[in-house]
């Protein structure tokens, strides 16, 4: 198939999301492009690719998918039903910065027995996520803005057998090499542990780097709003999307990731979305603003209320923090999550709202006060949870707050980590692991389960998934902190 008639195929789909970039790219580029990688996520949240000649992208595989073994793919099908297709979804095609001669278009996947999309497969559900939203008649739209926060490291090594177990993370800007000499000049500016927070270069080392990062986005058709060092240590960075509609911006997300590791890789670096990956300091979050719409007006806008909040985002923000023990089995989903929620570290563990105040779960931002930009911050998710999956959870306990008019309470205007043993007693924070969040997911997920769009079979996959190889490897294996504090009993 041409790319002309690829063109011409997209024109059958209008959308708003359809990115002039990419169809003007592709104008541009009729005898370049010569492939198509065809991009789909798996459970856990990790991309998964192949590639076909874009000879193969005909009218009849759009619509009837490409096959592919659901065996091989986490979470998706036992080998005696492995197989499974992949249809593309024309309106995310973007021209593959990476790969030559190359567009990636993101897709679903379909169960070719039944003809169905898949259950498991998380674009689909936070897809009917979507869909429930128009269906209840509170709102037509979601805009979802998370803000990811990373490292780009120098190098990290780890391994683990019967006899021992270690990583090893270095990085140039790293606290701890002040004294290195490492074959080279040590020239210093390296930020101090939680002072990486907004220093200019040479002690920002990464500015650089992140340019290309952002200048790569807005060329794939990201809207980025700005980028900057985050707190810690060692190569921390945060760069801000602007806010989309819940799929779209996790399709953006996936990008994000992916064009963030490459251009990493690119310069000898390596980036990581793991929530904790340095011992006292900051780990890494994923601040998500949230806000619902309906037919162009904000819902969580009122002139006289708190914060300027309407009271239908008061109650969304009630059914966050109701259900959010149940949330952090899939928004905080790794044993590492748990290593960053923990006080001390701008760690939003507590479940309250507030004004301003990062130390809380839920934040309402007060930077203008424009209705357009009225919107909650749930602060307690971290960027390795799959966001198809997350966006979709956090909106079905947003929507299941307002249907069921919970009350958040009052807000907490005051710094959490220093109030009385009396005041802190009386607030209810985060599960502190992973076995502790999908106990909670497990007894309380009756409200993901409206209008079918995660399944029980979903949830009780994710579950077991989750325990048998994640929680138990973690759980089974010494730690090395145990050799100090327990090999001379």
């Known amino acids: 198939m041409s790319t002309t008639e690829i063109l011409e195929l997209i024109k059958k789909e209008p959308s708003r999301t359809v ?28 991309w998964q690719h192949f ?22 793919i986490r979470g998706f099908k036992d080998i005696h039903e492995s197989d499974m297709l992949f249809v593309p979804d024309l309106k995310t095609g973007f021209t593959d910065p ?27 559900i936070a897809q009917k996520a979507e869909s429930y939203l128009k269906e209840t008649g509170i709102a037509d739209v979601a805009y979802y803005g998370p803000e990811l926060e990373f490292f780009i490291f120098d190098s990290i090594r780890y391994d683990q057998k019967e006899n021992f177990g270690y990583y090893y993370i270095d990085s140039s800007e790293g606290s701890w090499n002040t004294g290195t000499e490492n074959g080279s000049p040590n020239l210093g500016y390296k930020p101090k542990f939680k002072e990486g927070y907004f220093p200019v270069p040479p002690t920002d080392s990464l500015q650089n780097i992140r340019n290309e990062i952002v200048e790569t986005m807005i060329k794939s058709g990201i809207g ?11 190569g921390q960075c945060e760069i801000d999307m602007g806010y989309s509609s819940l799929v779209r911006m996790a399709d953006q997300t996936m ?38 719409w309906k037919q162009g007006k904000n819902l969580f806008y009122d002139k006289d209320g708190y914060a300027l909040l309407s009271d239908t985002a008061k109650y969304y923000i009630g059914g966050l923090l109701e259900h959010a023990s149940a949330l952090c089995g899939l928004i905080a989903p790794t044993t590492n999550s748990y290593k960053r929620l923990v006080p001390g570290f701008e760690a939003p563990v507590n479940l309250v ?47 299941d707050g307002i249907k069921r008019k919970v009350d958040p309470g009052e807000p907490l205007d005051k710094d959490i980590y220093h109030l009385t043993k009396e005041e802190a007693t009386a607030i209810k924070s985060v599960p502190s692991s992973l076995g502790e969040s999908l106990n909670a997911l497990e007894e ?10 995660f399944t029980q079979d979903m949830i009780d ?11 138990d490897p973690v759980r089974l294996r010494p730690h090395p902190w145990e050799y100090h504090l327990y090999f001379d009993i």
């Open 19 to 46: 990115k002039t970039e990419f169809v003007e790219s592709l104008k541009r580029d009729l005898e370049r492009v010569k492939f198509v990688d065809l991009k789909f996520t798996d459970m856990p949240g990790l």
């Open 51 to 72: 590639t076909v000649p874009i000879t193969e992208l005909n009218e009849s595989a759009i619509s009837t998918g490409f096959g592919f073994d659901g065996s091989s």
């Open 98 to 124: 990476f790969s030559d001669s190359t567009v990636s278009i993101i897709g679903n996947v379909k169960d070719p027995e039944t003809g169905e999309l898949f259950t498991r497969d998380p674009r689909y």
């Open 224 to 234: 980025v709003e700005c980028h900057h060092h985050e707190v810690a240590t060692a």
């Open 255 to 292: 990008m994000y990731k992916y064009i963030i590791k490459n251009i990493a890789r690119k310069h000898g670096k390596t980036a990581t979305f793991m929530p904790k990956p340095l011992f006292n300091d900051n780990g890494s979050g994923m601040h998500v603003h949230q806000s619902l």
């Open 353 to 399: 709202y507030s004004k301003r105040n990062r130390s809380a779960a839920v934040r309402i931002p007060i930077y203008h006060t424009s209705d357009k930009a009225k919107r909650i911050e749930f602060r307690t998710p971290d960027p390795s949870s799959n966001v198809y999956l997350a966006f979709a959870a956090m909106l079905m306990a947003g929507l």
């Open 444 to 453: 309380d997920h009756k409200f993901l389960l409206a209008g079918n769009v």
């Open 461 to 471: 996959t994710w579950i077991d998934y989750k325990r048998t190889k994640e929680v």
